[in-house]
């Protein structure tokens, strides 16, 4: 109703909870507080983000009521956890791999430029000293990951064979065949 007659200021309106509303720009004589109490009647077209249900903000599934997996179920988890780890133990041995050479060859230039056999240049020094150095780091940090890698590979491997464990398993072609 008022709406068409906007002309001059700008307005801020609040809801309920104090937070900032639609900007309205109001025409002189008109009661502020007035358009703030029809506001505050209106209903508001909000939309709700719905709960997260997820375990890490512990909203859902409430504790005790999480339904316990089928042992099959979480051994097919736990071998997929294992092959997915295992690859990854694999790229880094690669990386490990080429760490090594780029710190060896690093080395390697590094003397050859001390000794005179390299005739001395300050670019291929600073590279030999980058290589040695980057090759350390990414040997320290790649080996550091490979075996945090491979003792979660274990600790899955161990709750497999619990699992496979609790499972009451049927032998099959056991029986002799008598004729």
Known sequence: MWAA?????????????????????????INRNRLRADHARQPQNRTTVPQQTNRTNEHWPPPGDEPEPHPHDEIARLEAEIEEKSEAIERCRKVILVSKIAAAAGGLAIILLLLGIIPSNATLLVMSIAAVLGGLVGLGS????????????????????????????????????QH
């Open 5 to 29: 007659e906007l002309a001059s200021k700008h307005v801020p309106l609040w809801d309920k909870d104090g937070a900032a509303g639609a900007i309205l720009t109001i025409p002189p004589g």
């Open 142 to 177: 790649t080996t550091t990951t490979a075996g945090q890698l491979a003792d979660a590979v274990k600790n899955a491997e161990a709750r497999r064979a619990a699992l496979i464990g609790t499972i009451s398993l049927t032998v099959v072609g056991d029986e002799t065949s």
